[in-house]
T-cell receptor, first 111, second 117 residues
Framework: SQKIEQNSEALNIQEGKTATLTCNYT??????LQWYRQDPGRGPVFLLL?????KEKRKERLKVTFDTTLKQSLFHITASQPADSATYLC??????????FGSGTRLQVQP | NAGVTQTPKFRVLKTGQSMTLLCAQD?????MYWYRQDPGMGLRLIHY???????AKGEVPDGYNVSRLKKQNFLLGLESAAPSQTSVYFC????????????????FGDGTRLSIL
């Protein structure tokens, strides 16, 4: 069956460092993969979409990679700030009529 | 810019009671979705709609019904609430695309926190 895995343990890093979050998927080949940010008590907010033929996508301090061989996407935040603290969700296309979301990884940036 | 608005924000029900959650979007999106989010389980799709007057089942549809009588509104109903339906419910919408449902961002409301005693 299709499976999406994100590290359930929180990632703690120091301000100014690069945060790297991982999204692994198994048993299928998504054509697209989306990343969202979710703050406590709020709904998810779209950040980036990457297509299977794009190895990398950037937006300001954010970078997403998509390795279809490893079946993995990496989400990077460079020069991280305490305001980047949130839960980050990946959502690979599963061929169904809606997105399927991973359970998310919580990022905590320490000042 | 209201985006996606969900009402109510909080609700406490007793087992067996019924209620309707309302979702409204002002972006003229074709697609709308209802998810539930439980600790450690991520977002799970309950029902969705690809246009006015159409609805379809998602991953966890049992115990819920939906209606999309107007393009801007998507209603989620609980006919007989059960404690297992205690959750945070999110509505989302997205634009229509040519042939796939996954290459457009989804816009989410801020959720309805529902407790069933």
């Amino acid at each position: 069956s299709q499976k999406i895995e994100q590290n359930s343990e929180a990632l703690n890093i120091q301000e100014g460092k690069t945060a790297t979050l991982t999204c692994n998927y198994t048993n299928y080949s998504p054509a697209y993969l989306q990343w969202y940010r979710q703050d406590p008590g709020r709904g998810p907010v779209f950040l980036l979409l990457i297509r299977e033929n794009e190895k990398e996508k950037r937006k300001e301090r954010l970078k997403v990679t998509f390795d279809t061989t490893l079946k993995q996407s990496l989400f990077h935040i460079t020069a991280s700030q305490p305001a980047d603290s949130a839960t980050y969700l990946c959502a690979p296309d599963t061929g169904r009529r809606a997105l399927t979301f991973g359970s998310g990884t919580r990022l905590q940036v320490q000042p | 810019n209201a985006g996606v608005t969900q009402t109510p924000k909080f609700r406490v029900l007793k087992t067996g009671q019924s209620m309707t959650l309302l979702c409204a979007q002002d972006m003229n999106h074709e697609y709308m979705y209802w998810y539930r989010q439980d600790p450690g389980m991520g977002l799970r799709l309950i029902h969705y709609s690809v246009g006015e007057g159409t609805t379809a089942k998602g991953e966890v549809p049992d115990g819920y019904n939906v209606s999309r009588l107007k393009k801007q509104n998507f209603l989620l109903g609980l006919e007989s609430a059960a404690p297992s339906q205690t959750s945070v419910y999110f509505c989302a919408s997205s634009r229509q695309t040519g042939g796939t449902y996954s290459n457009q961002p989804q816009h989410f409301g801020d959720g309805t926190r529902l407790s069933i005693l």
